[in-house]
């Protein structure tokens, strides 16, 4: 499928650049002057939209964004160096660690992946899926990139 | 107001206890198992509802929630010792740092909070607003409580 957006807003995830924090007061990102991003193809499979992202500069190591997965998309493997908090907030989708069942996830849903857990999540095959990630990066790395979710890897429906 | 909910469920935000990392795999916490908890009298002004709370143990150190303010309802002012990163999802809110002009703030708006920046955040006097608050904890303490936000300083209106 033809992307929406030209080449210049393809870029990987984890090179969002740490905001420098040289305000002492409240910083308002307005949701319009905010970049959409979509996933690599490196690093996902399938159209996937990324908004409100942010990356915090030392002595915090929070980033996050608010990620839409359309239909069938997913991430690739992938595991975080201090783990991951997922907030599920639209649709229907799917989680999985390495040796476990895929589980399904729904709005209101909150997933925690534990540091150094190789998983996958994404949409189900039915319906698009959007989730606030946030996660913490140790010596600035948040997220290691592994191999794609195959098809035969991916859940076939939300039948579990 | 009366609330809805009976004084076994009203307690303090900071009291959250961190999750245990008992699991080497991905844990889902379903929407219809999480508690609902109100914000505090001693922190908040109003009806303030908590969801989806999250706390995560070390070498983790963030946690947060998803929160909703009905209309005039707002925290009491703060600090945090890492700052705070705030996505607004619903409504009409405003945030405001120490001795700086309150901020208009609508769903897609991303808010950084520096850290130990003295501020309040809460819902426009005639619409509800909701956020997903998310901050990091350092030796254990995520927030400071500090004096309530008056009507004298609460703003009226969102005409800025």
Chains 1, 2 share one sequence.
């Not at 996937?48 to 992202?53: A, D, F, K, Y």
């Not at 783990?83 to 907030?89: E, N, P, R, S, W």
């Amino acid at each position: 499928m033809q992307s929406p957006f030209p080449p210049l807003f393809i870029f990987l995830l984890i090179t969002a650049p740490a905001q420098a924090d040289t305000t002492n007061g409240v910083v308002v990102t307005k949701s319009a002057s905010q970049q959409v991003s979509i996933g690599s193809p490196e690093t996902f499979t399938g159209e996937v939209h990324v908004t409100s992202r942010f990356q915090r500069a030392a002595p915090a190591r929070i980033g996050g964004g608010d990620v839409t997965f359309d239909a069938k998309a997913r991430t690739a493997w992938h595991t975080h160096p201090l783990g991951q908090t997922l907030i599920v907030t639209e649709g229907e989708g799917w989680v999985q660690h390495w040796g476990g069942k895929a589980q399904a996830i729904k709005p209101g849903d909150v997933v925690w992946i534990p540091p150094n857990v190789k998983h996958w999540h994404g949409a189900t095959s039915h319906s698009r899926m959007r989730h606030i990630a946030i996660s913490e990066s140790l010596n600035g790395k948040s997220v290691e990139w592994l191999e794609h979710v195959t098809d035969d890897q991916y859940p076939a429906d939300t039948s579990n």
